[in-house]
């Protein structure tokens, strides 16, 4: 199913989409003060790239460095090739401290890992802690936005998923109650955790510590009551030194939410006396990433949500019509990597309009590599074949003045002299469900200008 | 100084009246642009829709084309952009290279090589300006607003120029209309809902005359606005500007 057929069901509901437009435009328009008020905004953006092409560079020496840190640090450390070692591990970490009760902090990772499923499967209690992630897993639902994974509902929705799971009134929309509710219940599963998994935003290489930036404090409080700790994290959170981070810290919250900083950036690189610490270091997909140099940008990536805020599509068609773990704009880049079939309609849903670029702080060519993915489906013949064999038509009709011109005149008389109903029938031409065609002159400015005295002389003598 | 005018396929088929607005105007600016017959297409459309291959040979044609002239001046940053940008496909001969540096969105050229930027005349209405997002974010005609507050362009500065003019504040001034080529039939759903809330901000905010300087935007808005029997005009930035100046 491609996207725009999933976008097209979000639409029906009018209503509903203005409503998700509006709330993420609030957002970016939040983001924009913060970045205003920031002089230098736009010279962090350019040194944050500049850190992130040099790690990129040299990922596997910063790696090694890493590693080497973490252990020195009295971490274990882990190596996963993909999803199914990622999730392996985690399980028998989980297995071998004995422990049958998982909370997690928020990890786009594991849910990439698809991490939830497969220990339930398992027989281990999983519970996200970060409450928009907490709601969707109530809903059964992948998450809608990598910051804001339960964007896509109302807080109406909210008080029904907690009438259904925590027993809260029918009816009950208010925040506060819904939030305190949600709090009391995370409490007790907070105190029974016996293994804290965190995402990482970043890792730094000198010091062989994660960092976590949060909102709730959720992974601080996961991860200092339970026993164990795991971090999971893609081979590119990578950044070199303790003082890159600034860098980052300062565009990250500031693109994602408009705040000059997250609430919480938590640094763990040790474990506390008695616990265990271990990080399991995931590649699924991105080594393969980084060896297409169209695409190896995408990887700078820090996971702010900046450009799905911005983005006009996405705004207007909801984070499931992706039907990848990271929707919008980045996730439409990112997803041909793992599944070109299953996500070949992704970069088609953008309009190249490159404001995804333009938020971005880390300065990602987000349009330019939608581009450059379309060209690489169209020569794997992954795009639909109707439009692959106008597009051979139109190549041909617009190398020749004379077929072009031909053709020119055909359909201008053709949409002159058809009935209005035809033309614009909405079966054939989807142009027409909303919009009305332009009026087809009688003239076309060549025919038009061959009549003119100027047309006469040849192209030599001008003047200013 | 040699100028040639590119008029983007569906300009010459659909607005002749834009072509020959931007012919008048230049000529009013003491530029004598010539029209080479053999011109067809810039080749995005197939570009942007994943068939750059098929696109070459549309590309040489260009080149052939324009070749010759110092200035090729089109009223459609989104052909330029893509003439500037993507005929790095090309082998990169003086000529690719010349045509690519040499190709101009008519008020880009106006603004950078004319040096105009004020021009007399009166346009007594309230004029909503469509930023397109070619013009404003690839070619930097226009301050995009993910790096400054500051709404200031090309055009906006032409337009403010004239008599009795007054621009539109929009609530999102340079959202993109969702028109975006083929997109707007592949994924035309979203397409039309994105123009259709591009609409809304400018009747929200009393535009009479809806303008830009790029027709597809503005064939897509059009497209809209006569669907729902708008009481708005739209109309080219250079149908405007060549109107007012005698």
Redesign the interface.
Known sequence: MS??IR??KF?LDADR?TWH?ETL?FVREKR?RA??GVPEF?ELRELASGIKNHTLSRLDLYLQEFEAAAQANGVHVHWAADAAEHNAIILDITRKAGATRIVKSKSMLTEECHLNPYLMQHGIEVVDTDLGERIIQFRDEPPSHIVLPAIHLKKEDVGDTFHTHLGTTKGESDPQRLTEAARQHLRAKFIAGEVAISGVNFAIAETGAVVVCTNEGNADLGVNLARVHIAAMGIEKIIPRLSDLGVFTRLLARSATGQPVTTYTSHFAKPAPGKEMHIVIVDNGRTQQLGRPDFRASLKCIRCGACMN?C??YR??GGHSYDFTVPGPIGAILSPNIDMKKHASLP????????C???CPVKIDIHTQL?KW??????ANE?PAS??WS??F??RV????RV?GLG?QF??KALRLLPHGLTHAPSMN??A?????????K????????KQP??QPA??Q??? | MKVALFVPCYIDQFYPQVGIATLQLLEKLGVQAHFPAQQTCCGQPLANSGCERDALPIYKHFVETFSDYDYVVAPSGSCVYHVRKHFDKLDQTADVQHVRSAAYDLIDFISTVLKVDALPGAFPHKVGLHLSCHGQRGLHQANESEMTPVRDGQLSRLLRSLDGIELTQLNRNDECCGFGGTFCVSEAGISARMGQDRVADHVRNGTQVLTGSDMSCLMHLEGIVRRAKLPIKVMHAAEILNGVVA
Not at chain 1, 398 to 401: G, I, M, N, R, W
Not at chain 1, 433 to 441: D, F, H, K, Q, S
């Open positions: 996207h725009a976008a097209d639409l989409t437009d435009w924009d970045v205003y736009q911005t006009p599509v207007r068609s088609f849903a953008s309009t190249l309009c490159g404001s670029t333009d938020v581009y379309r060209q690489v489906l169209g020569e795009i439009k692959k597009m051979k139109m190549g617009l190398a020749s003045t072009y020119g359909a201008r989807a142009w469900v909303a919009r009305e065609l332009p009026e087809a002159p003239q076309s400015f060549r025919e038009w200008y061959a100027a047309a192209p030599s001008t003047s200013a």
